[in-house]
């Protein structure tokens, strides 16, 4: 070639037709041949006297000039003037010429370079898209096939699509459906319709990046893809056609059997040749199996192989598998539920390269990634040796800020550390509150609140409900001012939403004005809504046992204020769990039933202070519930008696047991010996036991609340608030010991006594007799350290 380049070079100056030039360059093109100048001499040539010479070119000779252009030229050339102008003049003359001018060959060519270079105008793409429509009846197939996959590669790198000539496009599907069901010009019917295996793989991908879900031609060119993939289909041809099926959502019962012969065929290759698949071809191959729930028994061997793969490709290849596949493989194995023993060596394998590659090249993580992989370890339920990977991948989402995290990444990853929490004395460190803030700041941005929908408001309100983390009240607020969850939220997102409020905020008659304001507006929204899906009674919106449960307790942790408020949800919500219970007999779980005692003992209160409820007068509601009645005893008690109390718990009652043994030799004279201590006690007339109840001489009956962090908010200024269920524990205490008989030995004030026992003795007796230096539940007028807060 470089003999040849070095003749034909000194005679470019007398050539005076456009294929004396354009052929030479398809030549260089064929060859990878680019030095000696030749190429660039030529393009000179061309481009000389304004371009004369491809003014008058045919579509063929342009054809050729485009493609060369596009199949390997350095980029020196192509960043040169004359490169430049020559695509540049090249493409007004193609705008020139007809249909009738171009075949259907010169016009994929032209498409396919144009996509290769990302080099337009627009207005070019259409007229070669509509040049090789009319062309299509007798096209080849590859050239209908590399014009599908042109416009789904400029529709991916350049965002293009058909402008107003959808018609065209449907034109080049029409003529492929014809060619697959084996009725078409052009070339013989045969298996595939002509079509071999790479193109049948190109032309879904194209559809693909089209985002053609509506296609006709959709159905007949998968089921042409499940009969060709065992005779020719090489690894990538598999990966891209479970990808694109899988992103054009082709998860009905027609298309299962080509995702069947897909995956047949995929297990059968790496079988045969288990170096064949790449990194990425593994990865869109277990993102595929995921997006179309290929999660049956009947697909675990795929599944298996496709580890097996990427457990020897780690092995040979630690670098192979970059971050985009590091998180679609975990995210896959996630939504496929591989949680199982024998996917642990494929997990540890992939959480170590994610570590790995996250501690040393964070950056190449994009702000999808990071909390498809938060998500996709708390979805696995935290895999051993994973918590280094949950820290590092957490600490980078700080260190961001989430910027430009989408609502679902911010919601999603939000969601998954809550679901992760760290065992130990804290539960809710200080750095996992530090993260939520942050995340709660990202979602107080015009990108969240715009964009948010239900799922990713209530994923969110949900995880700082678990974490206890309190928000301003400001979120609360740009939540109820959300049109999507007022009118779209289900039955869950309800639900989740109003558990989580009333964890965080309690009682609301304790908050300040503004604070209470935000609360109950958006419980307002709430209620409605989840009212009106009630009312409807439509069988997929309607709330789960859980879900009437969660969303009745809400109600009542937060106040009769809050259950008279919305006296209309809660007489719906009442009339739910009774008729179901009815209905369906004593199936619902012992923390359910808890909470519906819980719930009755605050609606009976309710209705003494608003009589306008009424709910338990007809005898329709909870305690009409005969149903109910009868398991309430049963499931609970056991279950309470049974429990078995922290090392906290234990230490308390072991320094009340030494207190009552002491009698009356006391420092102080004046104070009353305990006549008895009854460890655990049940209190049948509140379905739940009290950690202790003290009795003083006298007859004085005191109940003692051990309260670890669990029972109190965990950021910020709110760190010794205790949050709604410790409230409404309390609340229900005091209404069987009396005001001022319900009392809290929190975890931080026990700590600083640093374990002595005379301190403990004299503390706890503090505590009992409410002197200065110890509080109640309810009287924090004298508080025992500066920052507690009133909790009632």
């Not at 030095?35 to 006297?49: E, F």
């Amino acid at each position: 070639m470089s003999t040849l380049a070095a003749a034909y070079l000194p005679l470019v100056p007398e050539l005076w037709r456009p294929q004396d030039f354009t052929g030479p360059l398809w030549a260089c093109a064929k060859a990878g041949h680019w030095g000696d100048g030749l190429a660039a001499a030529l393009l000179a040539q061309l481009t000389a006297g304004g371009g004369e010479l491809l003014q008058r070119a045919s579509g063929r000779e342009i054809s050729n000039l485009w493609w060369s252009l596009s199949s390997g030229a350095p980029a020196e050339l192509l960043a040169a003037p004359a490169a430049d102008a020559a695509l540049r003049i090249s493409g007004q003359r193609l705008m020139e010429l007809e249909a009738g001018d171009l075949n259907a060959h010169d016009c994929s060519n032209v498409l396919i370079a144009a996509a290769r270079l990302q080099r337009g105008p627009e207005a070019l793409w259409d007229h070669m898209t509509r040049c090789l429509a009319a062309a299509a009846p007798s096209a080849h197939c590859q050239a209908l096939a590399n014009g599908l996959y042109a416009l789904g590669s400029l529709a991916e790198d350049c965002g293009h699509t058909p402008r107003g000539r959808q018609q065209d496009l449907q034109r080049l599907e029409a003529e492929v459906g014809s060619r697959l069901e084996g009725g078409a010009a052009g070339d013989p019917p045969s298996l595939g319709g002509g079509f071999n295996p790479q193109l049948i793989s190109n032309m879904l991908w194209g559809l693909a990046k089209l985002r053609r879900t509506d296609s006709p031609l959709l159905q007949p060119l998968a089921e042409a893809a499940g009969l060709t993939a065992v005779v020719g289909f090489n690894a990538q041809n598999l990966s891209n056609s479970l990808w694109a099926l899988a992103t054009l959502g082709c998860s009905g019962a027609e298309y299962v059997p080509a995702v069947r012969a897909l995956l047949g065929a995929t297990q059968q290759l790496l079988q045969q040749q288990p170096n064949a698949f790449s990194a990425q071809n593994i990865s869109n191959s277990l993102w595929a199996m995921a997006t179309l729930g290929c999660s049956g028994a009947e697909y675990a061997p795929a599944v298996s192989s496709l580890l097996d793969a990427t457990q020897k490709l780690m092995q040979q290849q630690p670098a192979a598998f970059n971050a985009q596949s590091l998180s679609n493989s975990l995210w896959a194995l996630a939504t496929l539920g591989c949680s199982g023993a024998k996917y642990t060596p494929a997990l540890s394998s992939l959480t170590g390269a994610v570590q790995h590659l996250l501690q040393q090249q964070p950056i190449t993580f994009n702000a999808q990634e990071l909390p498809n992989i938060l998500w996709a370890l708390a979805t696995l339920q935290q895999p051993s040796g994973s918590e280094a990977l949950i820290e590092v991948a957490a600490a980078e989402c700080h260190r961001r800020a989430f910027l430009r995290f989408s609502p679902q990444g911010i919601s999603n990853a939000a969601w998954a550390l809550a679901k992760m929490p760290r065992s130990g004395l804290e539960p809710y460190p200080q750095w996992y509150q530090g993260w939520y803030e942050a995340a709660v700041q990202a979602a107080m941005q015009p990108g969240f609140v715009g964009a948010a929908n239900p799922q990713e408001w209530s994923n969110l309100l949900y995880a700082l409900g678990l974490v206890r983390h309190r928000p301003p009240a400001a979120l609360l607020t740009l939540a109820a001012e959300s049109t999507e969850l007022r009118t779209e939220a289900n039955a869950q997102d309800c639900t989740n939403c109003l558990w989580s409020l009333a964890v965080l905020y309690g009682r609301l008659e304790l908050l300040d004005g503004g604070s209470r304001a935000a609360v109950e507006a958006l419980v307002g929204v709430l209620a409605g809504r989840l009212r009106q899906l009630l009312l409807r009674k439509a069988a997929g919106e309607r709330p789960t046992a859980q879900g009437l449960c969660n969303s009745l307790w809400a109600l009542a942790v937060m106040g009769a204020d809050v259950l008279a408020l919305n006296s209309g949800l809660t007489r719906s919500l009442v009339d739910e769990v009774a008729q179901r219970l009815e209905a369906a007999g004593p199936g619902i779980q012992v923390e359910e039933l808890a909470q519906l005692r819980q719930v009755h003992l605050e609606l009976a209160a309710a209705t003494v202070c608003s009589p306008g409820l009424q709910l338990e007068a007809s005898g329709n509601g909870l305690l009409g519930c005969a149903s109910l009645q009868a398991t309430w005893w049963d499931a609970t008690d056991p279950q309470q008696q049974n429990a078995t109390g922290s090392a906290f718990q234990l230490q308390v009652l072991e320094v009340l047991a030494a207190l009552q043994q002491a009698g009356r030799r006391q420092r102080c004279e004046r104070l009353p010996a305990i006549a008895s201590v009854q460890a655990k006690q049940w209190l049948p007339q509140l379905g739940r036991s009290v950690d202790a109840v003290v009795e003083l001489e006298g007859g004085r009956r005191l109940a003692v609340a051990v309260d670890g962090p669990t029972h109190f908010l965990a950021n910020g200024e709110h760190w010794r608030t205790k949050d709604g269920r410790t409230q409404l524990r309390d609340r229900q205490l005091e209404r069987v010991f009396g005001r001022g008989n319900v009392l809290s030995v929190p975890y931080w004030e026990w700590d600083a006594l640093r374990g002595g026992k005379a301190a403990q003795e004299d503390y706890l007796w503090r505590v009992l007799l409410g002197l200065p230096g110890a509080g109640t539940a309810y009287d924090r007028r004298h508080p025992v350290r500066q920052g507690n807060e009133a909790t009632a």
